[in-house]
């Protein structure tokens, strides 16, 4: 891609419209009100405030071809230390693309962090030293610095232009952030060389809009502009997927380029042309018949073996064992070999591997295009590729689909990562292509077993056993291994006035077992006793304490992901000289079509109380229309575990 100085870029005679649509504010122009600022008007818990934020996308031409300009200028208002942790406002990321040989490149680049000192405006401006490049994926790179000298009280300035020759890429523009946003302005010059859909997302309307023609010698550009004041902080809620899906936004997809004199280039065709592109695709679907090097080890693998589902748990085993994920997100490939050799690759390393072993020894395999969750959700009305980020395994045994990802080796053949989880997939498919349905059968499950014993002073003594399940069985096995036993469970005692006499743990390495581990323990802090009266809650650990859905409404749906079931069944002794004098009444709460369904029984029997607790989330996504009765079914299930068991002391 050629390096084009900006001021080469604009000797077209698009001046008059392009200088036209200029930032409101000249840049290291700080009004001191800005500079004095210690809270934001309209949210004074703000720990930071977007106080300007433009930005400008425009086609411009140089004698050989037609460039992409992207241009932005803000500046944010640094209010207190929570705005100062890595990753916070003065940690700037620019994303460019990457395709082959051509990159987008940053030019004009400035950023400079103003203080007030002494009653002056003191500027520190970015040194070249202090910015940075690296990989973030496949055709992602980004351009990475931080302000210097930025405090609270600073006011951070930056501009910069991307310019490129991906005509396709016409830069979206976000209005909405973690921090809020005092202005926003946003001009899309769109030229007839191209044709765009435009849409918007979110839930703040920006109703500041105009469109109109403005011809040059050149284009005929439709210049559009956006506006929004006072746009509020988005606030992330429970069990979300991407940011980015929710936040208000308006988005650009180009379909066509038209060029007088050149062939029109069909940027956005059809997911089925996709399809059929990625089928006899060099680096996709023939991929998984060619990589022949592949064939010897996978006949040894299964050799000896007739049920297909034995080969395939065989070649599974050995590729999630064999080849470390490297932790990046990709729906393409590299050098199988290379990977191989280096026993370390992306996702899309992993599962082609993985799909042409299968291949080479007769299991059916076939791939499929989906978008994690931190990606975001698929649009279907808008057929562009840079939707999908990621590839999985597809295979029929025995009259039953199992969609396969090799990337995790805590889990079984047939789990995908919960990251996999994001609604549908694309099929890729030289006969039966299209969207499937990415969900799981596996719940997030916990089972608690407690049998207790209770002293006449309060002490509870007894054994506790957490067998853990489907993806609670992976998140645990990933912390015991991560931490190492011992660490694991010093962190399971935080804050915990607890002591382990004993401790076990079973099948932490058998990833198709549940997960067990069971401790012998002694509990000083759960009941008390006061005067003549004994309080003790049933729950001594995994109590529902607090509802976390706090917001009265949410704009947006829930997503846990998987299903979800959580069973507490406790047995306690009641100490001698102590009878039962009241306890919890049971009661069974249910959402309509069982959505959710939780269940208490408490009785006695004897000395001996018997709990037992089932709480089910039995669906995955919750729409917003649900929100009300869920956060109230929440509610009623705190409240029934916070009651509490009272005993007496004989008279």
């Not at 976000?174 to 005092?182: D, E, T």
């Not at 789990?415 to 609604?423: A, F, H, T």
């Not at 969900?439 to 006449?456: G, Q, R, W, Y």
């Not at 705190?638 to 068991?645: G, H, L, N, S």
Request: aromatic share 10%; glycine share 4%.
């Amino acid at each position: 891609m050629k390096t084009i100085l900006v001021g080469l870029l604009l000797t077209v005679v698009h001046s008059s419209i392009l200088f036209a649509q200029k930032s409101p504010s000249k840049f290291g122009d700080i009004p001191m009100d800005d500079i004095k600022m210690t809270t934001y008007d309209h949210d004074s818990s703000a720990s930071a405030v977007i106080l300007m934020d433009f930005g400008k996308c425009y086609i411009t031409e140089n004698a050989v071809s037609l460039i992409l300009n992207f241009e932005r200028h803000f500046r944010i208002k640094i209010l207190s230390n929570d705005a100062l942790h890595p990753g916070g406002p003065a940690d700037i990321e620019i994303p460019l693309l990457n395709i082959g040989t051509d990159e987008e490149k940053v030019t004009s680049l400035k950023a400079v962090t103003y203080n007030l000192e002494n009653g002056a405006i003191v500027e520190t401006k970015l040194s070249k030293d202090g910015i940075f490049k690296q990989k973030f994926n496949k055709n992602i790179s980004l351009q990475t610095f931080t302000l210097p000298n930025v405090k609270v009280g600073s006011v951070i300035e930056v501009s910069y232009t991307v310019t490129s020759d991906f005509l396709f890429n016409f830069h979206n523009w976000q209005f909405q952030y973690k921090i809020p946003v005092r202005s926003s302005e946003y001009w899309a010059l769109i030229p007839d060389v191209l044709v765009v859909t435009k849409y918007q997302q979110g839930y703040i309307p920006i109703t500041d809009y105009e469109s109109k023609p403005q011809n040059t010698s050149t284009f005929q550009v439709e210049a559009h502009h956006w506006k929004a004041q006072r746009v509020p902080a988005f606030k992330t809620e429970p069990f979300m997927t991407c940011e980015k899906d929710y936040v208000t936004k308006v988005n650009f997809a180009v379909s066509q380029i038209v060029q007088p004199g050149r062939p029109i280039v069909n940027v956005m065709k059809s997911w089925a042309s996709l399809n059929n592109t990625l089928v006899d695709e060099p680096q996709f679907g023939k991929l998984i018949t060619g990589s022949g090097f592949l064939k010897k080890k996978a006949e040894e693998l299964t050799a000896g073996m007739t049920d297909p589902l034995a080969k395939a748990t065989a070649i599974y085993n050995y590729v999630k064992q064999s080849i470390e994920w490297d932790g990046s997100k990709e729906k393409y490939p590299d050098n199988l070999k290379e990977v191989l050799e280096n026993k370390k690759g992306s996702s899309a390393d992993i599962n082609f591997i993985l799909a042409s072993m299968f291949e080479k020894v007769g299991i059916p395999v076939e791939m499929v295009l989906l978008s994690t969750r931190d990606h975001g959700f698929i649009r279907q009305q808008y057929p562009m590729e840079r939707q999908l980020n990621y590839v999985i395994c597809s295979t029929k045994i025995a009259d039953k689909t199992m969609l396969i990802d090799a990337t995790d080796r805590l889990l079984p053949m047939g789990v995908l990562p919960e990251r996999c989880l994001n609604g549908v997939g694309m099929l890729i498919s030289r006969d039966n292509h299209g969207w499937i349905t990415i969900d799981t059968k596996i719940k997030a499950k916990t089972t608690i077993s407690a049998d207790l014993t209770i002293d006449e002073s309060a002490s509870i003594k007894g054994k506790l056993s957490f067998l853990y399940d489907g993806y609670d069985a992976h998140d645990v096995r990933q912390e015991y291994f991560g931490k190492g036993e011992q660490d694991f469970v010093k962190s399971f005692l935080n804050n915990r006035s607890w002591l382990f006499e004993k401790t076990e743990f079973q099948n932490v390495n058998d990833f198709n077992t549940p997960a067990k581990q069971i401790h012998d323990v002694v509990i000083s802090e759960h009941a008390t006793v006061t005067g003549n009266v004994m309080y003790v809650n049933p729950f001594v650990t995994n109590q529902l304490t607090d509802n976390v859905f706090k917001a009265q409404q949410r704009e947006y749906p829930v997503d846990f992901g998987s299903p979800q079931e959580e069973t507490y069944m406790a047995k306690i002794n009641i100490p001698e000289g102590f009878v039962l004098d009241e306890i919890p009444k049971s009661r069974v709460l249910m959402l309509p079509g069982n959505a959710a369904r939780y269940t208490y029984n408490i009785s006695v029997t004897g000395n001996v109380i018997t709990a037992v607790s089932i709480f089910q989330i039995n669906k995955s996504l919750f729409v917003q229309s649900e929100y009300a009765d869920l956060r109230e079914f929440y509610n009623h299930v705190v409240a029934k575990q916070a009651e509490q068991i009272v005993l007496k002391k004989k008279i």
